[in-house]
């Protein structure tokens, strides 16, 4: 069981930075992948970044490249997600995510934090 906690989701305004952070707990060891995911109203949940400890790499989609930076500390089981330049469409719920080691779906959510970016 691992369970994952998020937090720092807030209002911001558009061009402002925000830091959203994400703490795993329980049986944090089956866990090889942390990452994020967004759900903005009537859309399907997206994910926005990951990063893999066995491969020692990271992931980002197109949409926030070169805004958003993802970190980890693997010993922890913590992920960062520092997002800069926000814009009203990175408005969503940010969800954690986790993947454990060989899986190739997310087997663990966190209750998710809202993200609003006024403009």
């Known amino acids: 069981q691992v369970q994952l906690v998020e937090s720092g989701g807030r209002l911001v305004q558009a061009g402002g930075s925000l830091r959203l952070s994400c703490a795993a707990s329980g049986w944090t060891f089956s866990i090889d992948t942390m990452g994020w995911f967004r759900q903005a109203p009537g859309k399907e949940r997206k994910l926005v970044a990951s990063i893999t400890g066995s491969r020692n790499s990271t992931y980002y989609a197109d949409s926030v490249k070169g805004r958003f930076s993802i970190s980890g500390d693997n010993a922890k089981y913590m992920v960062t997600l520092q997002m800069n330049s926000l814009r009203s469409e990175d408005t969503a719920i940010y969800y954690c995510?986790?993947?454990?080691?060989?899986?190739?779906?997310?087997?663990?959510w966190g209750q998710g934090t809202q993200v609003t970016v006024s403009s």
């Open positions: 995510a986790a993947a454990r080691v060989g899986s190739r779906e997310t087997d663990y």
